[in-house]
């Protein structure tokens, strides 16, 4: 495929990039590969009754010229499966195209299976990019996120950590190197902010680009996180996997259930700047090119009949507020709320929801919130309101047909809550990024973190509570504070024999005139969780079974790979005042777990959150029935102090409701 700017070579029938010839660089893509092993779409899949994963680049067997004129070429590379075969039970419709005067190229794909095809699991999906390593050695995913970077061979020299993904960069060719750690997961981005990354050739000055205009074909949410471009130099444009999920986003196929999507069409923009003129002109570019893609979504030139149009999808308008009569005895506007339309399912399944399109947009300072360009269909409108626990889902599924513009009522989520706040730890918005992150091992650093916000990026944090916690951590309501005295995880300690103990952690807190006549609560919203068990006991250490348990939950591995989330957990417990409480209250969380990675976060306000990384609020709440003001002279009689202490989630200013 030609236009006068750029020139890419496909493999046929095969459909493998092999080459792109663009700035005067005979192959962008690394030539001393084999030709299968340059530019490609991928899966990853088993089946069922096998444990072995099957990493398969969608080899095509035949192409079609879909299109080929003075504006566009499509090209469609096909595989087709029948029954007589073993290898995987789908049809592959591989599109790529050209379009005049653009400098770049999109690929889309549709994936299809129809009714009684075997059952199978497929755990990935992507298309990935490998670019000549002596030409782009400067790496850039967002603007505090770039850098110069190691090459394959400077990894293949290190000295390999924990993991394999892990290396300890001993004699890099770029002495700068010396002493980093390299970790592929350290440049991951959430769905919602991975819209351009790629790299940068500074002779001649050349940009390589993925830029993905829409996330409506990605699977978990705005929030689930995935690779962007790494060391090799490697660029990916990921639409599925389990990575900070687990074993929830493996898609899985059963009792022969008929399946179609369409993943894309993503850009991969190229452009170049003059030899005299900054490189890093090259990533402002990109940006601004990632906003006139995004502006043109849905595109109109896919040829697939599967690819709706802008004039076959609807849109829908609303507004949420949030009802908290502890907080206010008006309706609170949701600002900043994460608002979706979903597959239909519980409230909060949209991070699990992994076979069908997503459509998100964040509700504006007055609650309004507008989701454009809606495939027709059946949904539920999901949403979650940083600032308050727990999940909303609208009770009426909403039904999307083409062209069609719903205007919805004013919506109304009640976060739960059985009473006034006693106490919390942390701020409820799905991370654990407010915590205390420790500085890294010293050796084990990646400089570009040294410096920023986002200490939680860094390697072997995991082992760092062992350094700086010879005793388990003791939190004192009312005088420890979160951001300095709350650890960001709560994971295992490590042992000098390379083995690793559970760890106790203790809320301290001042609980008078308990009445054993009511039931209290206590709400934990995790961020994360890694193979854990959070086990809770009350004013007694020796309990032989807990007052409460998780049980083992959680494989989405967020500590190890340097996430600050994965998947978001809520957990009520109720505490009855007849009970532990009437004692001096001590808060035990114990957790179980088997190596260093392992863990939970705790999320914030009114929660806990993360097997290694949320915000964690732990709120202690009195359930009461009344109404505000007779709760509040119910207090006064009782002698209870009439004050619920919170956290503004913008500013963290303590406020007195």
Known sequence: MDNGILNVTLSTPGGMITGIEYNGIDNLLEYEYKENNRGYWDLVWSKPDHQGDVFDKLEGTDVYVI?????????????????????????????????????????????????????????????????????????????????????????????????????????????????????????SSDNKDSR?????????????WVITPSNEFKTGGPVKQDLTSHAGPISLSMFFSTHYAGLPLIIEFRD?????????????????ALPDEDPLTLWADAKEQMLLETEKWPYDFPLSDDFPYADQRGTVTGRLLVRDSYISERLITANGAYIGLAPPGDPGSWQRENKGYQFWTQSNVLGYFVIKNIRAGNYNLYAWVPGFIGDYKYNIQVNVLPGSKIRLRTLVYDPPRNGPTLWEIG??????AEFFVPDPNPM?????????????????????????????????????????????????????????EPTTWKIMFDLTNVDESSNYTLQLALASANEAELQVRINDEAQEVPHF?????????????????????????????????????????????????????????????????????????????????????????????????TFDASSTRRSQN
């Open 67 to 187: 299109a080929e004129d003075d504006n566009q070429i499509e090209l469609s590379f096909v595989r087709t499966w029948d029954s007589s075969e073993t290898g995987l039970p789908l049809n592959i419709d591989k599109r790529f195209v050209m379009l005049r005067g653009c400098s770049g190229f999109y690929s889309y794909a549709i994936f299809e299976r129809l009714e009684g095809w075997p059952a199978v699991n497929i755990s990935q999906g992507r298309i990935a990019f490998k670019l000549q390593h002596n030409l782009f050695q400067y790496m850039a995913v967002s603007d505090d996120r770039q850098r110069i970077m190691p090459t394959t061979h400077d990894r293949e020299k290190g000295l390999v950590l924990d993991y394999p993904e892990a290396v300890l960069l001993t004699n890099p060719d770029n002495s700068f190197l010396r002493g980093e750690v390299d970790d592929k997961y350290q440049y």
């Open 444 to 500: 084990l650093m990646n400089q570009l973190y040294v410096s920023q916000p986002d200490k939680f990026r860094q390697y072997g944090l995991w082992d760092r509570y062992t350094d700086l916690y010879p005793e388990d951590l003791v939190y004192t309501i009312e005088s420890s504070i979160y951001q300095t005295d709350w650890y960001f995880a709560h994971v295992n300690r490590k042992l000098e024999n390379k083995t690793y």
């Open 427 to 432: 701020i409820p918005d799905r991370t654990a």
């Open 549 to 645: 348990t998780t049980n083992l939950i959680g494989r989405d591995n967020a500590i190890a790979r340097h996430g600050i989330h994965g998947l978001y957990w809520l957990y009520s417990v109720d505490v009855p005042g007849s009970g532990e409480l009437r004692r001096a209250p001590l808060l035990e969380e114990e957790l179980e777990i088997n190596s260093p990675q392992e863990g939970t976060s705790f999320q914030g306000q009114s929660s806990l959150c993360y097997a290694g990384i949320e915000d964690m609020k732990a709120l202690l709440e009195e359930a009461t029935e009344k109404e505000p003001r007779a709760a509040l002279k119910w207090m006064q009689e009782n002698g209870r102090e009439p004050t619920c202490s």
């Open 256 to 272: 022969g259930e008929p399946w179609k999507k369409v993943f894309g069409p993503v850009f991969i923009y190229l452009n170049s």
């Open 196 to 208: 351009v990354h790629g790299w940068i050739c500074t002779d001649p000055p050349t940009g390589f």
